[in-house]
């Protein structure tokens, strides 16, 4: 078949395919939601009141976006009651499973204005800018906050819509930075750093999880932890398919390295060549533990990210929160330079004080850890650490988050 007719049949059946996902994903919701009703109703009574909820409507496979602030929020709910409504039948299910928080499924907005009302809700929280999160934001009687779900480079990192909400979380100077000089207009005083709290909690020790391979048999451990391939040419910042396998290839044929692969939830959800190139690392480095028990070598697919993080002498990732949340680590950090053009890269970013890794350098990457590895880490990227996150000693961000609370509460 010419490429030609085989792009115009692609296009015509890319919309059934969509519209079939749409309708399988709606049976699956509503087949989730009988189950979960009733679980939930069998469950222990609810509190009077909740002082804050975290409204979040998107899918299963971005969960990790709200489950991420579980251990901040949860030492919030110690003087602020907190509770999660989840729109979706399906991640409620999902983020029931480890929740420490009380979990309603509000289908709809009549369900989450009851709830806010009976409840006395005083503050929203948003943890990204999913279009559902505006018919809750019509409510004028709470205060709405938006936490966002990382810091990072990425285009989307200042965007518009933080215009909706009364507040928005940040990390630190580098993002009011981004924000301000990219958003016309917005108040200044809507923007109130907290650092990153989820790097304040423990750390396990490398090797502790039973599942992780804990035993590096003395090799350098390598995390490879990619962002997904994004929902446009502009966010394209994920490397799986153009550096992933020929990476993976170079880390796990040299016997100096292990190999700790971190794919991001998300990965695939778009393009089948990105979840092709993740199947074939795993595949590889499944092939890997075979021939090298002792190496240690596994694919993480843990929710936490700190035990693999607390293991890696060293980091491969995107332009991406992975990157920055490394950064406290004061470890080596390789950046991956996206293959998509559309993809920006803010030379006045990270991207200016870590190296950069081309797609036609894939393949010698293990040259490039070499050389990270030979000496330390620069002055420069320790910087960075401050100027996008403040105070990084330990329990400084939460104790910041809690505060900015008690402020836009007016406590």
């Not at 990965?267 to 979840?275: I, K």
Request: proline fraction near 7%; include cysteine; glycine fraction near 8%.
């Amino acid at each position: 078949m010419p490429l030609s007719i085989f792009r115009a049949a692609a296009s015509r059946t890319a919309p059934v395919r969509r519209a079939l996902t749409v309708l399988g994903g709606q049976a699956a919701d509503a087949v989730a939601a009988r189950r979960l009703r009733r679980q939930l109703a069998a469950g222990s009574a609810a509190p009077e009141r909740f002082d804050c909820v975290v409204y979040f409507a998107d899918e299963p496979s971005s969960a990790y976006q709200v489950r991420q602030w579980f251990a901040p929020l949860a030492e919030l709910a110690r003087t602020h009651p907190v509770a999660l409504l989840v729109h979706r039948a399906t991640t409620a299910a999902e983020l029931l499973k480890d929740s420490p928080l009380p979990l309603y499924l509000t289908s709809g907005i009549g369900e989450v204005e009851r709830f806010i009302q009976d409840k006395a809700v005083r503050l929203v929280f948003y943890v990204n800018n999913n279009r559902d999160n505006f018919t809750v934001l019509r409510l004028t009687g709470q205060v709405h906050v938006h936490l966002s779900h990382g810091e990072s480079d990425k285009i989307s990192m200042a965007s518009n819509q933080l215009k909706a909400y009364d507040y928005a979380f940040i990390a630190g100077q580098a993002s009011r930075e981004r924000i301000l000089g990219r958003v016309r207009g917005l108040d200044p005083a809507r923007l109130v750093e907290i650092g990153r709290p989820q790097l304040d909690s423990a750390v396990p020790e490398a090797g502790q999880d039973s599942t992780a391979g804990q035993d590096s048999g003395g090799r350098t451990t390598v995390l490879y932890a990619p962002t997904w391939e994004g929902d446009r040419p502009a966010m394209a910042y994920g490397s799986l398919a153009s550096h992933g396998v020929e990476m993976a290839r170079a880390i796990l044929a040299d016997p100096r390295y292990r190999l700790v692969f971190r794919p991001h939830p998300r990965t695939g959800v778009r393009l089948p060549a990105h979840r092709a190139a993740a199947e074939q690392i795993t595949a590889l480095v499944e092939d890997a533990v075979k021939r090298t028990p002792g190496a240690g070598h596994y694919v993480d697919r843990r929710p936490d990210f700190s035990v693999s993080m607390a293991e890696a002498n060293v980091c491969i990732c995107d332009l991406s929160a992975m990157a920055m949340d490394w950064l406290p680590r004061r470890k080596p950090l390789l950046l991956t330079r996206p293959a998509e053009p559309a993809a920006a890269v803010d030379p006045g970013g990270i991207a200016g004080v870590v190296p950069l890794l081309e797609a036609s350098e894939a393949a010698g990457v293990v040259s490039r850890l070499d050389e990270l590895l030979s000496r330390p880490v620069g002055q420069a990227q320790l910087d960075l650490v401050r100027h996008h996150f403040g105070d990084t000693s330990p329990g400084a961000s939460t104790r910041r988050f809690l505060k900015a609370v008690d402020t836009v509460l007016g406590e």
